[in-house]
């Protein structure tokens, strides 16, 4: 969801869907303040907006409506996803492979759900029950993600994007073990891979352990 409701929608995409996408947008407004006076203090946010009941639930709709996207939808989207890597250009920080790394997530997740739910659905519960602690850290990287993508559309510094694409590089890097890991619960030998996931705690090292070019 982080690429899709990020961006602004799409004169193609039914009134309906833009009204809970501002809706939810608006809701964010004084979390994505909080990241943009102190980035570094996004995980607190984060925390703080996930015992916020009204916010989940317009994540939630938004969420049902992402599934709704055509495929001219979701490159209108992507299209505009990747409009944010010039604003970080003009702070001199490249963010190019967490954008790469955010859309191959969002993407990868929402064709799973869509041609393969129930076993994407079974793998994921599966991770909640047997890994809590990471699957709680999942939710807070895939969140912050968001709600910094969010931050970089309202920066209005320099000084800022440098250090929203900082944060957002460094939380790219964890989203795309989780990616990763994912991908490999989808396979038969899940309770295998995720033995030797636990003993790779890099994206580069778990590529090495697993033979992935």
């Given amino acids: 969801m982080s690429v899709s409701v990020v961006v602004h929608p799409s004169p193609t995409i039914p009134y309906t869907r ?4 501002r809706e939810l947008l608006d ?5 994505v303040q909080s990241v943009l006076e102190d980035p570094k203090n996004i995980e607190a946010v984060v925390q703080e907006l996930l015992k916020d009941q009204n916010t ?5 709709r938004a969420s049902k409506e992402v599934l709704n996207f055509s495929q001219s939808d979701w490159l209108e989207a992507l299209k505009s996803f990747y409009a944010l890597g010039e604003r970080f250009k003009d702070a001199g920080i490249d963010v190019e492979d967490a954008l790469d790394i955010i859309a191959e997530h ?3 997740k929402l064709q799973q759900i869509r ?3 129930d076993k994407y659905a079974n793998m994921f519960f599966d991770f909640i029950v047997n890994y809590p602690e990471d ?9 912050s993600v968001f ?3 969010i931050a970089t559309i309202e920066a209005r510094s320099l000084e800022k994007l440098r250090a929203l694409g900082e944060e957002l590089n460094r939380f790219a ?7 990763l890991t994912f991908m490999i619960g989808m396979d038969e030998s899940w309770e295998k891979e995720l033995d030797i996931i636990a003993t790779a705690r890099t994206p580069e090292e778990l590529r090495r352990v697993l033979e992935i070019d």
């Fill in 18 to 21: 833009i009204t809970v996408f």
């Fill in 27 to 31: 809701h964010l407004r004084s979390y």
């Fill in 56 to 60: 989940l639930k317009l994540f939630y």
């Fill in 106 to 108: 969002d993407t990868w």
């Fill in 115 to 117: 041609k393969n739910f």
């Fill in 135 to 143: 699957a709680n850290r999942y939710i807070i990287v895939d969140m």
């Fill in 147 to 149: 709600l910094l993508l």
């Fill in 173 to 179: 890097e964890e989203l795309e073990l989780y990616t």
